[in-house]
């Protein structure tokens, strides 16, 4: 394992085999034909084909199509056909500065394989090789990568509030961190990928964010989602992130481009530019190419 590997992971899934989920003609999401078929199973509100996956167009308002699909959301989750209910909405779009269709449960993102959005937080300390970085233990009660590596604080971007809000509410949460402290984190980009895994088809955007940290500070998870804190050398990061699967999968792409941006990867590295290209993908924000 490399760091070339772990953006190699981030490779797209054959399309031909998925099926698009169209909303009045435009594709919102992909989705796996296992899972078509048991949308098949609600006639009133699917349109299931061998080529696409259409919501009705009775469903003509976001009130109508949240409401739609929140009932086959319960019904298939009560069959255990989707994950537990996080009883919390992702708005589906074909970007982030779109108005939303509607509104998605959060765990049945993966199946309907719509866009969703996170902040991620690169907190650190000094600069250069003098530099560490402030790591998570995901909680072993989490959903998904139990007791993996994460960022000092980062979570998925609900409907109602902006980034900067989500960020502040987020450091608060898990690292209990100052509104004041959590107002000096930078935007830096983004990290983007499609790809197939166990949960189905993840589709994510994850706007990046670096904060200096004072010395003096020491994060106190608040919500019971991380176990533990580690300050880190960056060169140990980079061990680990390049030797073993110990980061969450997008935790780690995040990483990667952290170590670009700050000149831990050079472009001297004959893999820099297959890095760089797969950081992100350009579907994310309304090209209709893919």
Same mark, same amino acid.
């Given at each position: 394992m490399s760091l070339v590997d772990r953006v190699r992971l981030f490779r797209l899934p054959d399309l031909s085999e998925l099926r698009p989920f169209l909303i009045e003609g435009k594709r919102l999401g992909w989705i796996l034909p296992p899972f078509a078929e048991r949308l098949a199973n609600f006639p009133n509100v699917f349109e299931v084909g061998a080529d696409a996956v259409r919501l009705k167009d009775r469903y003509d308002s976001?009130?109508?199509?949240?409401?739609?699909?929140?009932?086959?959301?319960?019904?298939l989750a009560r069959d255990g056909a989707l994950?537990?209910?996080?009883?919390?909405?992702?708005?589906?779009?074909?970007?982030f500065y779109d108005r939303p269709f509607l509104g998605l449960e959060r765990s049945a993102v993966p199946s309907f394989g719509t866009l969703a959005y996170?902040?991620?937080?690169?907190?650190?300390?000094?600069?250069?090789?003098?530099?560490?970085?402030?790591?998570?233990?995901?909680?072993?009660?989490?959903?998904?990568?139990?007791?993996?590596?994460?960022?000092?604080?980062?979570?998925?971007?609900?409907?109602?509030?902006?980034?900067m809000e989500n960020v502040i509410k987020e450091c608060a949460e898990e690292a209990a961190m100052s509104a004041e402290?959590?107002?000096?984190?930078?935007?830096?980009?983004?990290t983007s990928? $499609?790809?197939r895994n166990y949960e189905g088809i993840r589709n994510d955007v994850l706007f990046c964010y670096d904060i200096a940290l004072p010395e003096s500070f020491r994060p106190v998870n608040t919500d019971g989602e991380i176990e533990e804190f580690y300050l880190w050398p960056i060169d140990r990061v980079i061990e680990v992130l390049a030797t073993t699967e110990e980061f969450k999968f997008n935790v780690a792409l995040v990483i990667?481009?952290? $170590?670009?941006?700050?000149?831990?990867?050079?472009?001297?590295?004959?893999?820099?530019?297959?890095i760089v290209l797969n950081l992100r993908i350009r579907d994310h924000f309304g090209d209709e190419s893919m």
């Open positions: 976001y009130e109508s199509r949240s409401e739609a699909l929140a009932g086959v959301v319960d019904a994950p537990k209910l996080r009883n919390e909405r992702y708005p589906v779009a074909r970007s996170g902040v991620h937080l690169n907190g650190y300390v000094g600069e250069g090789r003098d530099m560490k970085m402030w790591i998570g233990r995901r909680s072993r009660h989490k959903p998904t990568g139990p007791l993996k590596l994460d960022h000092v604080v980062a979570g998925g971007q609900p409907i109602g509030l902006s980034l402290l959590a107002r000096r984190s930078r935007p830096v980009g983004f990928y $499609l790809i990667v481009d952290f $170590l670009v941006r700050h000149g831990f990867i050079s472009p001297e590295d004959p893999c820099y530019p297959e």
